[in-house]
C-alpha cells in the first residue's frame, strides 16, 4: 500500500470514529419515553345536554307526523300542499297564549292568511276537534309550540277543554278576521310572558305607523 492509500485509510478510520463518538454524545436515543407525555385518549366535549323531552312532546311529534307532517313538513316549513302555511316561527302558532292556535287546531282556518310576511290561500286544512281527544289536541299544540325554531311556551289539557267548550258546536271553519277579534290570552288560559324572540318579531310585524305611534307613546 502506497503512503497516500495509507493517508486515505487512516483519515477515513478517524472519521468514522470521530462520528461514532459525536452521535454517543450528541444523537441521544430513543427509548420510548419520549411519548409518556402525549395522551392515549383524547376526550372530545359532548356540549350542553339537551333538555328532556315531556311525554306531552314526544306524544305530539307523534300526532304530527301522523296527520301533520304531509301537508306542513318534517320541519314545519309548509307548502307540503299547495297553500300550506309554515308552523316554524309563525306568529299564529307562538303567539302569547294558545287561544287563536287551538281555534285553528279544533276548527280548521281557510282563506288568506298571512304568515311571517307571506300570504298563503289555505283551502284544505282539516277539522281537528272532532278527531283527536283534549289531551291529544295539547300535546300535539305544545309540540309545534316548541319544536324546530318555536320558543312557544306549553298548552294544557285544561286550555284545550276551555275553547272546546266555548266554541261547541261550531262546525264552520274560522276566517283571519274572526280569529284577529279574539284576544290570544282569552279561551286558553291567561296570557304568558313574550320570550325576546317573541317580541321582536311581534314589532317587525307591525306597519311602519303603528310602530311609530308606540314608540312615540312609550316615549312620552
Not at 301537508?71 to 302558532?93: F, I, N, Q, Y
Request: charged share 25%; aromatic share 6%.
Amino acid at each position: 500500500m502506497g503512503v497516500l492509500e495509507t493517508v486515505i485509510l487512516v483519515g477515513s478510520l478517524g472519521l468514522i470514529a470521530w462520528g461514532g463518538v459525536y452521535l454517543g454524545h450528541y444523537g441521544g436515543r430513543f427509548d420510548g419515553s419520549e411519548f409518556e407525555a402525549v395522551p392515549t385518549k383524547r376526550t372530545v366535549s359532548a356540549g350542553p345536554a339537551a333538555a328532556p323531552e315531556s311525554p306531552e312532546f314526544k306524544e305530539g311529534r307523534r300526532i304530527y307526523v301522523a296527520n301533520c307532517q304531509a301537508c306542513h313538513g318534517t320541519r314545519g316549513e309548509g307548502e307540503g300542499a299547495p297553500g300550506v302555511p309554515p308552523l316554524d316561527k309563525s306568529e299564529w302558532v307562538v303567539a302569547a297564549g294558545p287561544a287563536r292556535l287551538i281555534r285553528i287546531l279544533a276548527h280548521a282556518v281557510e282563506g288568506p292568511i298571512k304568515v311571517a310576511g307571506k300570504e298563503y290561500n289555505n283551502t284544505g286544512m282539516l277539522a281537528w276537534g272532532s278527531q283527536l281527544s283534549p289531551e291529544q289536541l295539547a300535546a300535539v299544540s305544545t309540540f309545534i309550540r316548541q319544536a324546530w325554531g318555536n320558543k312557544g311556551g306549553p298548552v294544557s289539557v285544561d286550555q284545550i277543554k276551555a275553547v272546546l267548550n266555548e266554541t261547541k258546536g261550531r262546525e264552520a271553519k274560522w276566517t283571519v278576521a274572526e280569529l284577529e277579534k279574539i284576544p290570544e290570552s282569552l279561551g286558553g288560559g291567561s296570557a304568558t310572558e313574550l320570550t325576546p324572540e317573541q317580541l321582536r318579531d311581534k314589532l317587525k310585524a307591525l306597519p311602519p305607523e303603528k310602530l311609530q305611534a308606540l314608540l312615540k307613546e312609550l316615549g312620552k
